[in-house]
């Protein structure tokens, strides 16, 4: 009997346990943000529809934010007429003049800010103001990049999300949007062809086809919320972020002043700015693709210095060039030269070095980095040589060895022979 | 006047049974038959073996055990010890010919059916020295220390884990440690400098005198042939005939290991990092390589068991078939079990098609 009380005491308890769980969790759901405004807009063609999935991919969405915190009105009333009520603050569609200071309503507020990223810095509307893109804004230019024509607006996602427009890899596709667009940017008066020249150029390469999120796009040299074109004087601190040594040479340097005094922008007199090559040593000396000649004129002191250099620099990467060919040709013979490649990698990182230094454009401090690659290639060709002798002293070894032991065989044929004949 | 050399002689026939060897090794004959020339591969192996403790004791010289050490030692014998890299290269290159060579005396053995009553003893010492030659193929295999090495030491210590029970303590033991460190490496060092060559001497000592003791066998059916027809029975001297014979062979093997090393010096490879990822189609030396790939292929459950475990013990009952294989046949001289070699052909016909499927797979 106490078995049976027991049995039915255990279910009840079980029972109101699970009770207490379902009811539990019917508050947790209820709990959650609701977003009634999908329930239609989910539905509705575009430019008035959000889909699901287009909501849930957005940062602010899976922050806990309703369509509310930019619209207004009541994300949690079912009834549409409540939703969009003006009562409730309903705004419906957002005007783009008011978009950078309703971002900035949440996204200048350093407390607000703190519960959904403390990391995330406040200042983007203060810089967008000194931007150009802010300035003509407060000058009522509505064609002017405003926050959602580069972070998009319900497909919102963070800038570390591949996917995302400010994605370090699609910044410079979101700036073509307008910039490469002729007919747009035509009231301003500025080039359309930066796109098409970074997409040529060395930068892009590395970010978009190597995927070195470190190479610069766009805003790294222009800067986003605060976008500006650096003038001429700060060309040289822009690109030092990156090439801090050949900036400090280049500091040092002749060609600081007299670039200055002719107006010409450090860096990309020579390198260009959006199209920027893969640099080469034919670009300095007197060459067909040498840039020293557009301003030097063949046999002065400079073109005569520049080719100079130019001739350093070839001189060494021939070098390196013929030593590693003779230690690949003494490795594939099956020559043990791994000591003498591992030398080798001290040579190239002189050439590196002196392709560094010819920002000074001072060809004796040159010759000390390229005299010091060339001491290395004359020891690891010299290694290589020294394997390909012994390559084939082996060789000729094999041979008299071979031929001594047929004498041994022939010998020994014979005796056995003889031995037997007996 | 007795010369010198005589008198050197007589000191030493007074102090050594000379003479009794001499009288013993021109008693010694060999059979001499359509089937003698198998009887080289033995003395050939012997040879290999030679140079293997010959160029081993050069190496020792130079080579220095230690995860920090190895590597570079190898490279200094290599590049800058006089003829250290012919000492090395003939070194590798004779241990693979030595494994192929006992490999081929053991087949050899086994399909002229030498190893019968009363030379069951060679033929289990013998077997248990072909494992002893792959026991020094594995252990010598790190010693260099570079990626392969690394990688394939770690592959082939973790196949005995699988063995039930013993499989941990097996692998623990091998590796000196969880995972292959410099712990390993002087513990494999030890093994193929001291521990295997001071065991495989014993037993090449036994094998031999087992070898003089017994004669050289004549296959069965050559045995019949000379009873018939004694007429037709014929011998030749061990000493000089056959083995000046046998030293022409060594002469051949000789030049043959000098090409090889001159024209495919033993590559070095890259020093073994412990923190990289293995290469990719990393593969054991081609000795292993037919229980690799069975491995490979063998399903992950198979008769309700782990694969990889069956295929493991399946190789410990072949390889225990094998030593016992003389126990298996008949007693009677004439009346052989023929299933015998036939499935001695079935299995050297695996081997042979395993080893180069694993060659060619990716």
């Given at each position: 009997?106490?078995?049976?009380?027991?049995?039915?005491?255990?279910?009840?308890?079980?029972?109101?346990?699970?009770?207490?769980?379902?009811?539990?969790?019917?508050?947790?759901?209820?709990?959650?943000?609701?977003?009634?405004?999908?329930?239609?807009?989910?539905?509705?063609?575009?430019?008035?529809?959000v889909?699901?999935?287009?909501?849930?991919?957005?940062?602010?969405?899976?922050?806990?934010?309703?369509?509310?915190?930019?619209?207004?009105?009541?994300?949690?009333?079912d009834?549409?007429?409540?939703?969009?009520?003006?009562?409730?603050?309903?705004?419906?569609?957002?005007?783009?003049k008011?978009?950078?200071?309703?971002?900035?309503?949440?996204?200048?507020?350093?407390?607000?800010?703190?519960?959904?990223?403390?990391?995330?810095?406040?200042?983007?509307?203060?810089?967008?103001?000194?931007?150009?893109?802010?300035?003509?804004?407060?000058?009522?230019?509505?064609?002017v990049?405003?926050?959602?024509?580069?972070?998009?607006v319900?497909?919102?996602?963070?800038?570390?999300?591949?996917?995302?427009?400010v994605?370090?890899?699609?910044?410079?596709?979101?700036?073509?949007?307008?910039?490469?667009?002729?007919?747009?940017?035509?009231?301003?008066?500025?080039?359309?062809?930066?796109?098409?020249?970074?997409?040529?150029?060395?930068?892009?390469?590395?970010?978009?086809?190597?995927?070195?999120?470190?190479?610069?796009?766009c805003?790294?040299?222009?800067?986003?919320?605060?976008?500006?074109?650096?003038?001429?004087?700060?060309?040289?601190?822009?690109?030092?972020?990156?090439?801090?040594?050949?900036?400090?040479?280049?500091?040092?340097?002749?060609?600081?002043?007299?670039?200055?005094?002719?107006?010409?922008?450090?860096?990309?007199?020579?390198?260009?700015?959006?199209?920027?090559?893969?640099?080469?040593?034919?670009?300095?000396?007197?060459?067909?693709?040498?840039?020293?000649?557009?301003?030097?004129?063949?046999?002065?002191?400079?073109?005569?210095?520049?080719?100079?250099?130019?001739?350093?620099?070839?001189?060494?990467?021939?070098?390196?060039?013929?030593?590693?060919?003779?230690?690949?040709?003494?490795?594939?013979?099956?020559?043990?030269?791994?000591?003498?490649?591992?030398?080798?990698?001290?040579?190239?990182d002189?050439?590196?070095?002196?392709?560094?230094?010819?920002?000074?454009?001072?060809?004796?401090?040159?010759?000390?980095?390229?005299?010091?690659?060339?001491?290395?290639?004359?020891?690891?060709?010299?290694?290589?040589?020294?394997?390909?002798?012994?390559?084939?002293?082996?060789?000729?070894?094999?041979?008299?060895?071979?031929?001594?032991?047929?004498?041994?065989?022939?010998?020994?044929?014979?005796?056995?022979?003889?031995?037997?004949?007996? | 006047?007795?010369?010198?050399?005589?008198?050197?002689?007589?000191?030493?026939?007074?102090?050594?049974?000379?003479?009794?060897?001499?009288?013993?090794?021109?008693?010694?004959?060999?059979?001499?038959?359509?089937?003698?020339?198998?009887?080289?591969?033995?003395?050939?192996?012997?040879?290999?073996?030679?140079?293997?403790?010959l160029t081993?004791?050069l190496?020792?010289?130079?080579?220095?055990?230690?995860?920090?050490?190895?590597?570079?030692?190898?490279q200094?014998?290599?590049?800058?010890?006089?003829?250290?890299?012919?000492?090395?290269?003939?070194?590798?290159?004779?241990?693979?010919?030595?494994?192929?060579?006992?490999?081929?005396?053991?087949?050899?053995?086994?399909?002229?059916?030498?190893?019968?009553?009363?030379?069951?003893?060679?033929?289990?010492?013998?077997?248990?020295?072909?494992?002893?030659?792959?026991?020094?193929?594995?252990?010598?295999?790190?010693?260099?220390?570079?990626?392969?090495?690394?990688?394939?030491?770690?592959?082939?210590?973790?196949?005995?884990?699988?063995?039930?029970?013993?499989?941990r303590?097996?692998?623990?033991?091998?590796?000196?440690?969880?995972?292959?460190?410099?712990?390993?490496?002087?513990?494999?060092?030890?093994?193929h400098?001291?521990?295997?060559?001071?065991?495989?001497?014993?037993?090449?000592?036994?094998?031999?005198?087992?070898?003089?003791?017994?004669?050289?066998?004549?296959?069965?059916?050559?045995?019949?042939?000379?009873q018939?027809?004694?007429?037709?029975?014929?011998?030749?001297?061990?000493?000089?005939?056959?083995?000046?014979?046998?030293?022409?062979?060594w002469?051949?093997?000789?030049?043959?290991?000098?090409?090889?090393?001159?024209?495919?010096?033993?590559?070095?490879?890259?020093?073994?990092?412990?923190?990289?990822?293995?290469?990719?189609?990393?593969?054991p030396?081609?000795?292993?390589?037919?229980?690799?790939?069975?491995?490979?292929?063998?399903?992950?459950?198979?008769?309700?068991?782990?694969?990889?475990?069956?295929?493991?013990?399946?190789?410990?009952?072949?390889?225990?078939?094998?030593?016992?294989?003389?126990?298996?046949?008949?007693?009677?001289?004439?009346?052989?079990?023929?299933?015998?070699?036939?499935?001695?052909?079935?299995?050297?016909?695996?081997?042979?098609?395993?080893?180069?499927?694993?060659?060619?797979?990716?």
């Open positions: 009997m106490n078995r049976v009380r027991g049995l039915v005491t255990w279910r009840r308890r079980a029972g109101l346990v699970l009770a207490a769980l379902l009811v539990c969790s019917g508050l947790m759901v209820f709990a959650q943000t609701k977003n009634s405004c999908l329930d239609c807009h989910s539905n509705l063609p575009e430019p008035l529809g889909s699901a999935e287009t909501y849930s991919q957005n940062i602010h969405a899976q922050k806990g934010l309703t369509c509310a915190a930019c619209h207004g009105g009541d994300a949690s009333a009834d549409p007429e409540k939703a969009m009520s003006r009562a409730a603050g309903w705004k419906g569609k957002i005007n783009r008011q978009i950078p200071e309703l971002c900035a309503s949440c996204h200048a507020d350093a407390e607000r800010m703190k519960k959904y990223n403390p990391g995330l810095r406040v200042d983007q509307f203060q810089q967008y103001k000194t931007s150009v893109h802010g300035m003509k804004w407060a000058k009522d230019d509505g064609k990049a405003v926050c959602t024509d580069c972070h998009g319900h497909d919102l996602r963070a800038p570390s999300d591949p996917r995302s427009t994605h370090p890899t699609n910044i410079a596709t979101t700036c073509s949007h307008c910039h490469a667009d002729a007919e747009y940017m035509k009231p301003y008066g500025i080039k359309t062809d930066q796109f098409a020249n970074y997409e040529q150029s060395v930068h892009h390469d590395a970010m978009v086809v190597r995927g070195d999120l470190s190479a610069p796009t805003t790294t040299c222009h800067g986003n919320h605060g976008a500006t074109p650096p003038g001429v004087a700060n060309v040289t601190a822009v690109c030092s972020n990156c090439h801090v040594f050949q900036a400090q040479l280049f500091e040092t340097s002749q060609h600081k002043d007299v670039f200055a005094t002719m107006g010409l922008p450090g860096c990309v007199t020579c390198h260009s700015n959006h199209a920027i090559k893969h640099p080469t040593d034919e670009m300095i000396g007197t060459g067909p693709k040498a840039v020293c000649t557009n301003c030097h004129i063949v046999g002065d002191a400079g073109a005569t210095q520049a080719e100079a250099m130019h001739n350093q620099l070839t001189e060494l990467a021939a070098a390196i060039a013929a030593s590693d060919e003779l230690l690949g040709r003494a490795e594939r013979q099956g020559m043990e030269v791994s000591q003498a490649k591992l030398q080798a990698a001290q040579a190239r002189a050439l590196l070095k002196a392709r560094v230094t010819v920002h000074a454009f001072r060809d004796s401090e040159l010759k000390r980095d390229t005299d010091a690659g060339l001491a290395v290639t004359r020891q690891t060709h010299a290694a290589g040589e020294k394997a390909m002798e012994e390559w084939k002293f082996r060789r000729v070894g094999l041979g008299l060895s071979v031929v001594a032991i047929a004498i041994v065989l022939v010998g020994l044929g014979l005796y056995i022979r003889n031995l037997e004949q007996k | 006047m007795a010369s010198p050399a005589n008198s050197i002689r007589q000191w030493l026939d007074e102090r050594f049974p000379l003479d009794d060897l001499k009288a013993l090794a021109q008693k010694k004959k060999v059979p001499l038959h359509r089937y003698s020339y198998w009887y080289f591969l033995g003395g050939m192996t012997l040879f290999l073996f030679g140079v293997q403790a081993g004791a190496l020792l010289m130079y080579y220095r055990p230690g995860a920090d050490e190895a590597f570079e030692s190898v200094f014998i290599m590049t800058q010890v006089q003829f250290g890299w012919l000492v090395r290269s003939v070194h590798s290159w004779s241990a693979n010919l030595l494994v192929f060579m006992a490999f081929a005396h053991l087949f050899s053995v086994l399909f002229l059916r030498s190893y019968r009553k009363p030379r069951e003893l060679t033929w289990v010492s013998g077997i248990l020295l072909l494992f002893l030659m792959l026991g020094f193929g594995f252990s010598g295999y790190l010693l260099p220390w570079n990626t392969l090495s690394y990688f394939a030491t770690k592959v082939g210590t973790e196949i005995p884990a699988q063995i039930p029970i013993i499989g303590p097996v692998l623990l033991f091998l590796r000196g440690g969880e995972d292959i460190t410099g712990s390993t490496l002087t513990r494999l060092y030890g093994f400098v001291a521990i295997l060559p001071a065991v495989a001497t014993l037993l090449i000592g036994l094998h031999l005198a087992l070898i003089q003791w017994f004669g050289m066998s004549v296959p069965p059916g050559i045995e019949a042939e000379w018939t027809r004694p007429e037709r029975k014929r011998e030749i001297r061990f000493f000089p005939n056959f083995v000046l014979r046998e030293l022409m062979a002469y051949v093997a000789l030049g043959l290991l000098g090409a090889l090393a001159a024209l495919f010096p033993w590559s070095l490879g890259v020093k073994a990092d412990p923190f990289a990822s293995a290469p990719a189609g990393i593969k030396e081609w000795y292993f390589l037919a229980m690799f790939q069975t491995l490979k292929l063998i399903p992950a459950k198979l008769l309700g068991m782990d694969g990889e475990m069956l295929g493991i013990l399946t190789f410990g009952v072949i390889g225990a078939v094998a030593l016992l294989l003389p126990f298996l046949d008949q007693e009677k001289p004439f009346n052989t079990r023929r299933w015998i070699p036939g499935l001695a052909c079935v299995f050297l016909g695996y081997m042979t098609v395993m080893t180069v499927y694993g060659w060619v797979a990716k």
